[in-house]
């Protein structure tokens, strides 16, 4: 029941006692005014419901806040169609609720939208998120009403989830050494399986000799076999991927905020760089290791996707201990470790890296 509803009803009864206490035609008139307004109100809500078709969707997934101290604006898109010929749509109200799975924000709003005959619609519904994170956006329900507001009714309802990830600016920082950005490939056992190069150690593709070919690159084994010059082209060794570990422990939001800020600086530098990073945290909420390999932008998103998943945690050797029971004896020899908590020497030791660069993101700031 609506404002309008319960106004009107008021209206009713007074009418009513009215046109009983001072019966005359004039107040008969009235009284019957008022019972058949409402029956119009209502058939031309039903026609309107008939005509007017809701569509709800995402342009862009993916938010970047301006600043960390500003708020991110997440938006939606409500797209709204009135079909018929006579009947405006005055009025239309949407139920939309928002939960940041990362950081636990959640709430809920309603804005109000108007269509005019034969035309389509677009409306942007915007919502601000302070903490980075994956935001999910559904719409719950879309109402009409009438040019009263006697009457209401549901066109639409439950529409499907939007998700958007909320991403923090990008900063510079600096990771010590030349050595992280992989300058040289020479000792690299991963090579490239659609550009050939400079490689001998590793045959990318053999073929009938040119002019300007070098001859030292003359297969000749199967140049006598065949008859004809071969020539071996070398592969392209890839540079080796950077282990990173991810460290969810944070005691407020923003210092996840810090800590997402520095992946994704990280991440971005590296790529520009040409080199590729193996991601490794703790997923909490499935009791499992994860462990991610990012070497394009998009990779990196969908790998922000199934972090955002997890839930921060208070516990500093959660990510540690986790990682010490499920890496089953397999040391590696340099890795990152990013992190806003303060953690001992002989805690890391037990990640088994030889070389491992601990970055606390809280003195980036």
């Given at each position: 029941m ?13 009418g ?78 949407v139920?939309v609720?928002?939960k940041?799975?990362?950081s ?5 709003m ?62 510079e920082?600096?990771l ?7 300058e ?18 590793e ?9 300007g ?24 060794p890839?540079?080796k ?10 005691a ?7 800590l ?43 790998m ?30 340099t ?31």
């Amino acid at each position: 029941m609506t404002m309008g509803t319960l106004i009107y009803i008021l209206i009713l009864i007074t009418g009513l006692l009215v046109s009983v206490i001072c019966l005359s035609y004039g107040t008969v008139a009235v009284m019957g005014a008022l019972i058949i307004v409402p029956l119009f109100m209502l058939a031309f809500l039903i026609v309107m419901r008939l005509r007017v078709n809701v569509d709800v969707g995402c342009k862009n997934p993916v938010a970047e806040k301006d600043s960390m101290e500003k708020p991110a604006r997440v938006t939606i898109a409500l797209m709204v169609e009135n079909t018929g010929k006579w009947l405006p749509v005055s009025k239309g109200l949407v139920w939309v609720r928002y939960k940041n799975t990362f950081s636990g924000e959640k709430g809920k709003m309603k804005v109000r939208f108007s269509v005019d005959t034969g035309k389509k619609r677009g409306r942007r519904i915007p919502v601000v998120i302070k903490h980075c994170g994956n935001v999910s956006i559904k719409v719950e329900k879309v109402k009409l009403y009438d040019y009263l507001n006697l009457f209401a009714t549901t066109i639409g309802k439950n529409f499907e989830t939007q998700d958007v990830l909320v991403m923090p600016p990008i900063k510079e920082i600096y990771l010590g050494r030349d050595r992280w950005y992989n300058e040289t490939n020479e000792d690299s056992d991963r090579f490239s399986l659609y550009k050939k190069g400079d490689d001998p150690s590793e045959i990318f593709d053999i073929r009938d000799f040119k002019d300007g070919d070098r001859i030292q690159s003359i297969h000749w084994k199967l140049s006598s076999k065949t008859g004809h010059y071969m020539v071996k082209d070398g592969s392209l060794p890839l540079a080796k991927a950077i282990y990173i570990f991810v460290d969810l422990c944070a005691a407020t939001c923003e210092e996840a905020d810090l800590l997402v800020q520095g992946i994704y600086s990280i991440s971005m530098q590296l790529m520009e760089q040409g080199v590729p990073q193996n991601y490794i945290w703790y997923d909490n909420k499935n009791d499992i290791i994860q462990e991610c390999l990012i070497e394009h932008e998009e990779e990196l998103f969908w790998m922000f996707e199934d972090l955002f998943k997890c839930h921060k945690t208070e516990d500093p050797g959660e990510l540690i201990r986790a990682y010490m029971e499920w890496e089953e004896g397999r040391p590696k020899e340099t890795g990152l470790y990013l992190t806003v908590t303060q953690h001992t020497e002989s805690e890391l030791n037990g990640l088994g890296v030889a070389e491992l660069l601990v970055i606390d993101l809280r003195d980036e700031q």
